[in-house]
């Protein structure tokens, strides 16, 4: 039998609560939450980082793309 604590590392690993819930024959999915999903430091890290790199990804795009714009007027106009 598998330990609660290795159900946790699969939820570290990126399997889904409902995965987990059905493995464990949990009749709602909310209990392998409540149970097995608690937040860590690293998780909190691991969002924070990602959600800088989309704001990154973002502005780095609408700067790609306004310089563009501009690239595009300036060829029209001569």
Request: aromatic fraction near 4%; glycine fraction near 6%.
């Amino acid at each position: 039998m598998i330990s609660k604590k290795s159900h946790t590392t699969l939820v570290q690993l990126g399997f889904s609560p409902l995965e987990i819930a059905n493995r464990l024959r949990h009749g709602r999915v909310t209990t392998t939450i409540k149970t097995y999903c608690h937040p860590s430091m690293d998780a909190q890290e691991r969002i924070a980082y990602r959600l800088s790199a989309l704001e990154k990804d973002g502005e780095s795009r609408d700067t790609k793309s306004g310089s563009k714009d501009t690239d595009e007027k300036d060829s029209g106009e001569e």
